[in-house]
């Protein structure tokens, strides 16, 4: 391949797209960043086998012609380490010359032949909501996910598209995040997908440079997914398996009757206390709901307990509800609000906060 | 067998469960009580021998055990009291011998033979387990004493409730040849249904086989062992294993394997016998470990965590099928495949509760029932039977 261009837009894009490639995989080529130019433009494109990210640029100056596959991180470190506003690649036999400034590198690359084809997804579903509000749900439900392995359904995100509204769903069996958004989608009819958790982080990074109105469309056929922003796509596995039914596990008012309006910052802060004490196995920590108090505590053997209080607005028996500290911090993590709802009913039963998103977070308690 | 002989005492609680319910319920005593099999579709767990009379046994379908004993008293599982009843009589045995090694809540080896001088012989120890049993939990359990583990498991299970057998040493193969093929401790069901086919019905029969014909019925490595086991040659010492550190099944393959599809299918039963296990120990894991043998003796062991303690046999399955997923298995074949569950914690320690989890662990239960009745082949999920290798025996492979 022949290629000149800006120093600077050829190493922003190359970073955009690199930290996909695995620096292990038993397949080699999964390690390379394919490169085409073509007409004046340059697209770069990455993948590990499950994720594909591709991003496109045609600021001006661009000029060659031909592709080439050269291995991502050696790439990206040669490309950061070079001086001057413009950057060459030129094929030369078995080798690729890197050229910035008065500086070569010569570089190995593979067949570009090799590097897996991503066609376009044809037909399939199509949804364009704004690229903001739909990372946001992302944000606020990918950390309840399963990161374990084998959980398959559980180690990705549930999308639900009706014409009126989307969202997004996560769970690893012990606690469920689910937020959703108003938006006119343009589907007809109702759909889910599960979205692999890995394409959703890729998204939040890729999203970092784009306007506040940008939008994100969303494609799905049986297997895969694709997500375009402007000129980048990312294409990912839809996560096979059956998402559990959700709906079933959200708790109605009645189940749960008590309610109780928490100041955020100091529930977080007294979190953060009786995790320090809660051990490192099997944490807990427990919640006792009292005549218009709130204590959060902890106590491990070998390690000692803390206990704080926090006045709350409650009138109704006394309550003392065991939970994984994480679980309750992952959430206060994620969830920006600064109020919030917690609704339970006794040690044995979900808790569940709400803010005034349209967010729901459902913890199951530790019993014994 | 050159090691000296050895007294072990083999000890299984009487209706374990239901006796529990009726001791601690004492309106219950004399009734037929049933453990499990509350819902429709529910099956019976543990029967009271009362309740054995109307033909309710574990296992059964609770609509059958309904129809059968009407007038039986039916109740739900309660695994955690269960486990804690259980550490009582464990601490008993370990009166008697530090030599302990529990095979599930109810029932446990003890190796004696160096405390029969503190307490008396095999039979005077077991006796005395019982009077203590029923010292401490006013509960009864029968206990056979013999040379070696298997002729004891044997023993035991003769003369319940509350039996005692003694089979002295160098009198087992008179003791083993009459009884029924079932009883040959570790003779899976493929094993058992290869004697059945050849006409054989006790473990005599196997006895007058020679090692050459053993060879033809079961291979190569079975004959050997098959042949020992009927004549109560069993050289396995008693392990104390209080704390399990691992629970694993393994299987060699009579041909190497390398279909990808005939290794899950291989994958799926081996988890779902280490499930199994682990819920009959009441015990989660949280590593998930593949062994892998290339022939002739490679073998490569890779694992992974998951994040909460698991005795869920699907779990194990996925975890172990992305293991061998991940390795390069469809380029070579196979000669073992194994799996196991480490880092065991009690399950009654694990107190994060479920969101979806309940039904799946009560649907866990039921198979269990089902499977310590009809044997392993009763219930099978479609796709662990759709294909099925030719393969060994799997290999009990004892808490290690």
Excluded at chain 1, 83 to 108: N, Q, R
């Amino acid at each position: 391949m022949e290629l000149v261009s800006p120093r600077e837009a050829f190493l922003q894009h190359l970073q955009l797209v690199a930290p996909i490639s695995p620096t292990r995989s038993p397949r080699p080529i999964f390690k390379d960043v394919l490169l085409e130019a073509r007409d004046g433009s340059v697209t770069l494109t990455a993948t590990d086998g499950d994720v594909t990210l591709r991003t496109t640029y045609e600021t001006g100056g661009v000029a060659g012609s031909g592709r080439a596959a050269l291995p991502a991180a050696t790439l990206l470190s040669a490309v950061r380490s070079l001086s001057g506003d413009e950057i060459a690649i030129h094929e030369k036999g078995a080798y690729h010359e890197l050229t910035g400034g008065t500086s070569v590198f010569k570089l190995k690359g593979d067949e570009p032949d090799v590097f897996p084809t991503i066609e376009p997804i044809e037909g399939g579903k199509r949804v364009e909501v704004p690229l903001r509000a739909f990372l946001e749900l992302a944000q606020r439900t990918m950390f309840a996910a399963a990161r374990e392995m084998g959980r398959y359904a559980f180690n990705g995100v549930l999308l639900e598209v009706t014409p009126s509204e989307l969202t997004l769903v996560a769970t690893d069996g012990r606690r469920l995040s689910l937020a959703s958004m108003k938006a006119e989608t343009g589907v007809s009819e109702n759909a889910s997908v599960i979205l692999p958790l890995k394409g959703l982080a890729q998204l939040q990074r890729a999203s970092g440079d784009l306007p506040d109105d940008a939008k994100v469309l969303i494609v799905v056929d049986d297997n895969r997914v694709s997500m375009r922003l402007g000129m980048t796509e990312l294409f990912a596995q839809l996560v096979e398996g059956e998402f559990p039914n959700f709906r079933a596990v959200v708790p109605a008012d009645t189940q749960i009757p008590h309610s109780v309006d928490i100041v955020r910052v100091d529930f977080e802060d007294a979190i953060r206390r009786a995790s320090v004490t809660a051990g490192e196995e099997s944490r807990s920590i427990q919640l006792r709901f009292d005549a218009d108090a709130l204590t959060i505590s902890s106590r491990h053997d070998g390690v000692g307990e803390s206990q704080s209080t926090m006045p709350i607005r409650y009138g109704g028996d006394v309550v003392e509800i065991r939970f994984n500290p994480d679980f309750l911090g992952d959430y206060l993590k994620h969830v920006p609000d600064s109020s919030l709802t917690f609704r339970f009913k006794d040690r044995a039963s979900a808790g569940c906060f709400t803010t005034s998103e349209e967010n729901t977070y459902i913890v199951m308690p530790i019993t014994s | 067998m050159t090691s000296p002989a050895r007294t072990i005492l083999h000890a299984d609680m009487d209706a374990f469960y239901a006796s529990i319910e009726q001791r601690d319920h004492p309106e219950l005593r004399g009734k037929p009580v049933i453990i499990g099999g509350m819902g429709k579709r529910g099956v019976v767990s543990t029967a009271s021998y009362e309740a054995r009379k109307f033909g309710v046994h574990s296992a059964l379908p609770a609509s059958i055990a309904h129809q059968r004993c009407p007038h039986g008293i039916f109740l739900p599982t309660r695994m955690a009291h269960y486990a804690a009843v259980s550490r009582q009589i464990m601490d008993v045995f370990a009166r008697y011998t530090p030599l302990v090694e529990p095979l599930s809540l109810d029932e446990a080896f003890m190796d004696v033979t160096d405390s029969e001088t503190l307490f008396g012989s095999g039979e005077t120890i077991a006796k005395r387990i019982q009077d203590d049993v029923r010292d401490v939990t006013q509960l009864s359990v029968s206990i056979g004493v013999a040379a070696s583990k298997s002729v004891a498991k044997i023993a035991s299970d003769l003369r319940k409730p509350e039996g005692l057998v003694v089979v002295p040493s160098n009198t087992e193969l008179m003791f083993l040849a009459p009884l029924p093929l079932a009883m040959l401790w570790g003779a899976g069901k493929r094993t058992q249904e290869r004697f059945a086919a050849r006409g054989m019905s006790t473990i005599g029969d196997v006895q007058d086989l020679s090692i050459e014909e053993l060879r033809e019925i079961c291979g190569e490595g079975g004959a050997e062992h098959y042949w020992h086991l009927a004549r109560g040659l069993d050289d396995r010492g008693v392990s104390p294993a209080r704390e399990a550190r691992s629970i694993s099944h393994e299987t060699t393959f009579r041909d190497d394997v390398a279909d990808r599809d005939a290794l899950h299918a291989v994958l799926l039963d081996l988890s779902e016998a280490v499930g199994r296990r682990l819920r009959k120990h009441g015990l989660k894991g949280t590593t998930v470990k593949l062994k892998l043998r290339y022939p002739p003796f490679q073998t490569l062991s890779r694992q992974a965590k998951v994040e909460s303690p698991t005795w869920d046999d699907t779990l194990v399955y996925q975890c172990a099928r992305d293991l061998l997923d991940a390795t390069r298995t469809t380029e070579r074949p196979v000669r073992l495949l194994g799996v196991g569950v480490s880092d065991l914690v009690a399950a009654d320690d694990v107190g994060q509760t479920q969101l979806f989890g309940a039904r799946d662990e009560r649907m866990l239960e039921t198979l269990d029932a089902i499977k310590d009745r009809f044997g392993e082949g009763a219930v099978r999920r479609s796709s662990s039977s759709t294909r099925r290798h030719d393969r060994g025996d799997e290999i009990y492979d004892p808490v290690d």
